[in-house]
């Protein structure tokens, strides 16, 4: 079965410009999740989605960021504007299900904000 | 807060032995626990998950759950050179619908031939 796909795999922008990044889970995951990744830290969440209904944003910051995920499977997250700060790996991850089931990251996108 | 704390390391351990990898979380009410492998510019992979108290195998892989000690400790024997990468252990709550994982910062393996 695919894995998760992401695009792109790396961007480099200037600050105040602003970027956006796309998921395709695994095939029949409802729940995705983006995470953001800065360097020598573990992953961080931002956002979950069940289907197309966000569960939880609590650590989106949500004066800059945004994601979306129209008709329940790919999804999208937005960063506008950017800082210097949001250098980081972001990673988009999927489950089959809410609850003990394991989740499966895409490769990444590489974000640097110069 | 929820936190996940590990020793970031770098853990040395020679070819052939055990690796033991430790964990402690803070939250009581975190009931999932799982252990994801990164290699260096890579994203991480899932290795394990444990949700009940003892241990639990996969190959050369243990995973050790203490919920009374809030403690998640992941083995691996025989080590190999390929294991070499960052170990993350996250936590996860059961309760209510968000159930994004909290991670550790890592701890970085070397398996020296």
């Known amino acids: 079965e695919a894995g998760v796909a992401q695009s792109p795999r790396y961007k480099i922008i200037e600050k105040r410009q602003s970027v956006a990044f796309w998921c395709n889970p695994i095939s029949g995951h409802a729940t995705l999740y983006w995470y953001q990744q800065i360097l020598g830290q573990g992953p961080k969440l931002l956002i979950q989605?069940?289907?197309?209904?966000?569960?939880?944003d609590s650590q989106l910051p949500k004066d800059r960021f945004s994601a979306e995920r129209l008709k329940g499977v790919d999804s999208t997250l937005k960063i506008q504007p950017a800082k210097l700060e949001d250098s980081a790996v972001y990673l988009c991850a999927s489950s089959r299900n809410w609850g003990n089931t394991g989740q499966y990251f895409g490769p990444g996108t590489r974000l640097t904000v110069t | 807060q929820k936190e996940v704390e590990q020793n970031s390391g770098p853990l040395s351990v020679p070819e052939g032995a055990i690796a033991s990898l430790n964990c402690t979380y803070s939250?009581?009410?975190?009931?999932?626990f799982f252990w994801y492998r990164q290699y260096s510019g890579k994203s991480p992979e899932l290795i394990m998950s444990?949700?009940?108290?003892g241990d639990k195998e996969d190959g050369r892989f243990t995973a050790q759950l203490n919920k009374a000690s809030q403690y998640v400790s992941l083995l691996i024997r025989d080590s190999q050179p390929s294991d070499s990468a960052t170990y993350l252990c996250a936590a996860r709550d059961s309760g209510g619908g968000a159930d994004g994982l909290t991670f550790g910062k890592g701890t970085h393996l070397i398996i020296q031939p």
């Open positions: 939250d009581r009410v975190s009931q999932s």
């Open positions: 989605f069940q289907n197309n209904g966000v569960v939880d």
């Open positions: 444990i949700y009940s108290n």
